[in-house]
């Protein structure tokens, strides 16, 4: 039986909830799968996958640091609506791409409009959060040579080309 290490190919189904308890996430009866190793899925769960094999099922409780990050509060910041030329409707919620002054492309949340200003998050959604993932390791295989050059998974529940 394979075990999970580096460059195996592991499908599972999980449910990823918050410290409140509330449903963030799940798999919904489709696997996902990834390429261990290659840095596809968040390193505290990356990390807590090494070693099982098909059929286990754990509960793997991850921090931010290992997760989405610590929230930064200087990641909110309040921008021109003119920024946001050709765009009628901006909504509470929405998410633009945005260039840093590096060059760097983020993703930003919109949490605040007015006629004036809108006020953008660059944190992921889910910074800050102690995050749980319930999961049973549905299969475990040694990946192919073009997966690994890849730096992910192929076929079922992977990525299709």
């Known amino acids: 039986m394979t075990t999970i290490a580096k460059d195996t190919v592991v499908q599972f189904n999980y449910t990823l909830t918050n410290d409140q308890g509330e449903t ?3 798999s919904r009866g489709e696997p996902l799968a990834y390429l261990h190793g290659h840095q596809n899925i968040i ?3 990356e990390a807590q996958m090494e070693g099982k094999s098909a ?3 754990f509960v793997a409780t ?3 640091a290992d997760a989405y990050g610590e929230y930064l509060a200087e990641a909110v910041q309040s921008v021109p609506r003119a920024n946001f030329q050709g765009v009628d409707n901006i909504e509470v919620g929405m998410q633009f791409q945005s260039q840093t002054d590096d060059g760097h492309v983020m993703l930003v949340t919109v949490k605040e ?3 004036e200003e809108v006020v953008v998050d660059g944190n992921h959604p889910l910074a800050g959060q102690t995050l749980t993932f319930d999961v049973e390791i549905v299969d475990v295989r040694e990946a192919t040579a073009d997966e690994i050059s890849h730096g992910h998974a192929h076929g079922v529940g992977g990525h299709h080309h």
């Open 24 to 26: 963030l996430d799940q």
């Open 43 to 45: 390193p505290g769960l």
């Open 55 to 57: 059929g286990d099922k």
């Open 62 to 64: 991850v921090l931010p």
């Open 113 to 115: 409009v007015t006629d």
